[in-house]
């Protein structure tokens, strides 16, 4: 399996059957604040775009969640306050990271789970954490009892964060000079010996 290390950090998770996003916010941006306000105004746009799904997610508070599977480095099997959950099951994580005038947060929202597949990416030491992790997690497609598709989640969201934020998108595509820079960026992180021997 291709691994990717991500800017953001958060924890390890599989990324299969999923609509990835990312929010970048320079600090003039309307949307920017703390720490904790980028992650509730982006929750609530995600949590807005479930519930266009006809999928109602759980409310979030901000607070961390102590369960015993929380110490885990599989992202699903852990969640925080301000990620998304529904009947108490994890279906969108998210992390951040702060430079000095912006803010970058990315995050997944799961359409199905592979369960044994994604628990197969970390190692487990106690068995009674992997199966709690097991049932911490959910996908679109069940709870909503229909296969919603990859685009249909995506439209959701920009509309969300529209109708939220008043945010308006204009689609686009990555520079030549953009496309250079991650080229570069990826052929870096394959000659750094700490990546090697992570993999």
């Known amino acids: 399996i291709p691994i990717v290390r991500r800017p953001t950090g958060g924890r390890a998770l599989l990324h299969h059957q999923e609509v990835t ?32 799904l006809g999928v109602e997610a759980d409310g979030h508070d901000g607070a961390g969640q102590s369960d ?26 998210g992390a951040q990271r702060r430079l000095r005038r912006s803010a970058m947060q990315h995050g997944s929202i799961l359409l199905a789970v592979d369960g044994e597949r994604s628990l197969d990416c970390v190692v487990w030491p106690d068995p009674q954490k992997r199966r709690l992790a097991a049932g911490a997690m959910a996908g679109l497609w069940d709870l909503a009892g229909e296969k919603i598709g990859a685009d249909r989640v995506a ?30 960026i990826i052929g870096k992180e394959r000659e750094t010996p700490r990546m090697s021997t992570a993999i």
Do not use: W
Not at 27 to 45: H, I, P, T
Not at 74 to 83: I, K, P, Q, S, V
């Open 68 to 93: 015993a599977y929380s110490f885990s480095d599989a992202c699903f099997a852990t969640r925080l306050g301000h990620e998304i959950s529904v009947h108490g099951r994890k279906v969108a994580a």
């Open 21 to 52: 996003y990312s929010v970048t916010l320079p600090e003039q941006c309307a949307l920017y604040g703390s720490l904790e306000q980028v992650y509730g105004r982006v929750s609530a746009a995600l949590a807005l775009a479930l519930g266009m």
């Open 155 to 184: 439209d959701n969201v920009i509309e969300a964060f529209g109708r939220l934020h008043g945010v308006e998108f204009e689609p686009s595509r990555l520079s030549s000079g953009e496309e250079a820079r991650a080229r570069m």
